[in-house]
């Protein structure tokens, strides 16, 4: 992911994995699922990227008319960051991405 020449690729690809995710939950009728952040662990990938990735492909298909979602749960862990830190940034990343 370090790579510039693959960071286009590689943010389709995990946009993908969420999409696919996502349609999974509706064809099975599913009204909650609990999803992980990918790639930003193993792979250490640009986590912000990473984390806009996952909340922008997940807002825009809880405002679809598809999502038979009702709730989306995220595991969030944070490492040797400040747990508090790192709520408030996925929260903002939320907020980017409805607003």
């Keep these: 992911?370090?790579?510039p020449a693959q960071e286009q690729r590689w943010q389709i690809l995990l946009q993908n994995a969420y999409q696919s995710?996502?349609?999974e939950a509706?064809?099975?009728n599913l009204t909650s699922i609990t999803i992980p952040p990918l790639s930003i662990g193993v792979f250490k990938c640009d986590?912000?990227?990473a984390l806009n990735v996952m909340m922008g492909t997940i807002v825009r298909f809880l405002l679809s008319d598809?999502?038979?979602l009702q709730e989306?749960?995220?595991v969030v862990w944070s490492g040797?960051?400040?747990p508090e830190a790192m709520a408030q940034e996925w929260l903002?990343?939320?907020d980017t991405h409805i607003l």
């Design 1 to 3: 992911c370090r790579v």
């Design 21 to 23: 995710s996502l349609d």
């Design 26 to 28: 509706s064809k099975l």
């Design 47 to 49: 986590y912000k990227t």
């Design 66 to 68: 598809t999502s038979t």
């Design 72 to 74: 989306v749960i995220l």
């Design 80 to 82: 040797s960051k400040n």
């Design 92 to 94: 903002h990343a939320v």
